[in-house]
């Protein structure tokens, strides 16, 4: 029996279910994967363009003619207010064109699994399965459309999934005049990926009271509090000597980086048995040689201090090994990548009870969490631009298991829709 479709959670997100699902097939087709390491150009990759200059397009024919691509590979454009003046305040909605470094990304084949039957989803390629069992998100998701890749890449849902629901919000709110809004600006961003999205980011030409990231995931999450994260990078210098003449000599650089990996806590500290507000170092790229090898750390936590001792113990941990190996010299290099969005949040209460407020609009039960992670939103709050973080309906991201829900896309699409009737019917 072919199980029945899933409801939208209303008649405006049913209207927008097509726009968004044909958005993401085509945008995750482009592939925008940033690339790790010393970034000498914005973007890091010249496929974020790509994407970039389609989405410019694609905005100018929706009558957002200051749609624009500027040297850093940002993309802006507003779309004007219809209510009076009294009533207009500047408001942004943000989304990143990239695509995660730790898998595959080229090449993505979308799939659309119409109406969601609840059992394993076997994907074409890699071997790859989408079991529920393991997956309590998708095992909710009966009657769903759920879109996937072939599953040998990413889908590309973090963050097209956030870029398809403000391109539909907008594409409706520009066919309807007669619906309240503020001015709305609009900015995709590159390179979120790799903790670069917000440097370039030119808030002053933004010109917004207050924006909001679409790069969320679970429907009706908003998120006000994020990781502050560091990256660490380990570079050894070994002593190279042919192998045939080594006897006493060769100090391998590579050899030494396994042994400072394998010094990191492995049931602690890690990914895998952390959770909630506790932090972690996670070793992220290991790149080596016998002459010279890099390891290079992600270190998180909700707390600043917490993280300072992270990232202590971690440069303790590599400075003792390499001591281990005389010749072998060791450099470390620490830098901060974003904050927690929290404290430069909560003087500006109004913009989380507005997007709490929009998600109830739209039926939904509004769930305020925490990111174990980042958005844009960390460093533009930090640099004086209040952003919190919706929703998308994209899960098991930067992995080839990434999936996203039609019907949850569709909602946060109608919650920017709400979002901007909250704006400019504020009194």
């Known amino acids: 029996m072919t199980q029945a479709a899933a409801p939208f959670t209303s008649q405006l997100a049913a209207s927008l279910a097509a726009g968004v699902e044909e958005r993401l097939v085509r945008y ?20 974020q363009l790509d994407l970039s200059r389609l989405l410019v397009t694609e905005l100018h024919a929706l009558g957002l003619d200051d749609a624009a691509l500027d040297g850093n590979g940002y993309v802006m454009a507003t779309l ?53 069992a393991t997956m309590p998100e998708l095992a909710q998701k009966i009657g769903h459309d759920i879109v996937t890749s072939s599953g040998d890449t990413l ?26 809004r503020p ?28 924006a909001y990231t679409l790069d969320g995931s679970e429907i009706g999450e908003l998120q006000d509090e994020t990781f502050t994260a560091a990256a ?39 990914p895998t048995t952390t959770s909630g507000k506790e932090g ?18 992600i270190v998180r936590d909700f707390d600043d201090d917490l993280l300072a001792q992270h990232v202590a113990f971690a440069t303790d941990t590599a400075e003792q090994v390499v001591a281990r190996f005389p010749g072998a010299t060791l450099e470390t290099h620490a830098r901060a990548q974003y904050p927690n969005m929290k404290a ?9 009870d507005k997007a709490l407020a929009a998600i109830a609009d739209e039926g939904l039960e509004p769930v305020r969490t925490s990111i174990r992670g ?28 990434e999936w996203a829900s039609v019907q949850d896309m569709a909602a946060a699409s109608a919650v920017v829709i709400h979002l901007a009737a909250q704006w400019a019917t504020a009194d």
Do not use: W
């Open 374 to 401: 980042g958005t844009d939103g960390s460093v533009l709050s930090a640099r004086g631009l209040p952003t919190p973080n919706l929703f998308t309906g994209g899960h098991e991201y930067h992995s080839v298991r």
């Open 280 to 297: 972690f170092i996670h070793v992220v790229e290991v790149r080596g040689e016998a002459g010279t090898a890099t390891v290079e750390l």
């Open 80 to 132: 004007p207010a219809t209510v009076d003046a009294a009533r207009d305040v500047v408001i942004g909605l943000v989304a990143h064109v990239d695509v995660s470094p730790d898998a595959p990304a080229e090449g993505v084949e979308p799939i659309v699994h119409r109406a969601y039957d609840g059992g394993i989803l076997v994907l074409p390629r890699g071997g790859t399965v989408l079991d529920p």
């Open 232 to 270: 660490v990078t380990f570079t050894i210098t070994g002593v190279d000597v042919h192998p045939g003449f080594a006897t006493g000599k060769l100090v391998n650089a590579a050899t030494v980086a396994s042994h400072l990996i394998a010094a990191l806590p492995v049931d602690r500290l890690t």
């Open 155 to 180: 889908l590309g849902a973090d963050d097209k999934a956030g870029v398809a629901e403000i391109m539909t919000a907008i594409a409706h709110l520009a066919a309807h005049p007669e619906l309240p």
């Open 344 to 352: 430069h949040l909560d003087p500006f209460p109004e913009v989380v």
């Open 28 to 47: 995750a087709k482009v592939d925008t994967q940033s690339a790790r390491g010393p970034r000498e150009r914005s973007p890091s990759t010249p496929g």
């Open 183 to 210: 001015t709305l600006r609009i900015c995709f961003t590159p390179d979120e990926e790799i903790g670069e999205g917000a440097t370039l980011f030119d808030i002053d030409a933004f010109g917004a009271r207050c």
